[in-house]
């Protein structure tokens, strides 16, 4: 058992890493190839993709992992299941995301096709739950692990090749659906079934604890994805790239530290009164307080930083360490928003918090609209840290008042 956890452990970070690296290494070669315009338009409109791919896909990947682990009866029609609903509900996403590209100001064809690639990309989490719910993390990390490096090596030879951008999406989104294949014909075929008698049942099973399960991860990925969706309906030309670019390093270091506190999100679970939630709601405000050591470290260092920022992106992208180093005092309001969104998850207030996360969007919304027809300096930045102000302020009241 030990050492499974440490090889699981060990794949795992292995996967991480992987997922950042590359990801990091294609925004940068887009950016640099394509410069500043088209990278904005890249960055909005995958944003906006995976804030309606989100609500498509239920997160049915977790709710198969959890179901399968409980061992329920119909364990093995979960998978057929499954894909149906995620493709059902895509069929209805592209065409409910043709009236957000025109709203927004998007590329529908760029945004409908990340659309697509995100949901295939749930997919492949779908399949691949019948590892994970046995504890196997090895196969799922090897498998996402050569996506990984075949989605960013192949988008990198069509970058170079200087084809259109909207051929990178395609490509990886190819990728995605081929990796799908492949992670659902490893699962043996005694254990996936088509029953006729079961359908209803257990769509209904899965559409139910989807629903409720999607939330707290709807409103992480507003958390994530709000900024530049609505960045790009303020901004455009280079400005939005640069802008996107600095909101970006900001959710890959968050990223970074919400990974270290879904680590306590089993222990929270199981905690049976106020004082034991009270500790260990003590024990991340540390993380918060830590978070602030970020922003102020690249503060002081933002002119080493932007001399390697432009030699990684070129001149277009000569704002950005400057911006960045405004923009990441957003980084601890974020902290704090995932422990409020932990805590409501584990406790059972999901729908309380999604409500409130959702009323403060709209909020964030008017304070963009706001403070981008007033004469100010930077009122890009300042709109990002008020939202990010308003959303951590309104997930602690909602926490609070749930838990009371």
Known sequence: MIKNWKENTVYISLMQLTLLGVNFFLITIISREYGAEIYGEYAASKSLSVLIGTATVLSLALVVTKLRAQNVYFKKSLFSNSYFLVLRNLSIALAVIFPLTILFGRDYPLSAIFLIGFVFNEMIHIALAYFQADGNFVTTSKQIIARTILY??????????????????????????????????????????????????????????????????????????????????????????????????????????????????????????????????????????FSFIIPVTFYLLRDTAGDILVSLLGEDFREVSSQTSLILFSLPLMVWSRINIIFSRALGFEVNITKIIISASIISYLVYFSLHNLNISNPAILSIITSQTIISIVTSYSFRKSNA
């Open 152 to 289: 960013g090596f192949g988008a990198w030879f069509i970058v170079i090749n200087g084809l259109q951008i909207i051929w990178v999406v395609i490509y990886q989104s190819a990728i995605l659906f081929v990796f799908f294949l492949v992670a659902h014909f490893s699962i043996p075929k005694t254990e996936i079934i088509k029953d006729k008698d079961q359908e209803k049942s257990t769509r209904k099973e899965l559409n139910n604890s989807g629903r409720k399960m999607v939330l707290t991860t709807f409103s992480s990925a507003l958390i994530s994805e709000l900024d530049i969706v609505l960045l790009g309906l303020f901004y455009f030309g280079p400005a939005l790239g640069v802008l996107a670019w600095s909101r970006r390093i900001l959710e890959i270091i968050f990223q970074l530290l919400a990974a270290s506190l879904d680590i306590l999100f089993p222990e929270l679970s199981r905690a049976k009164d106020k004082n034991e939630i009270q500790n260990i709601r003590d024990r991340l405000k540390r993380v918060f307080f």
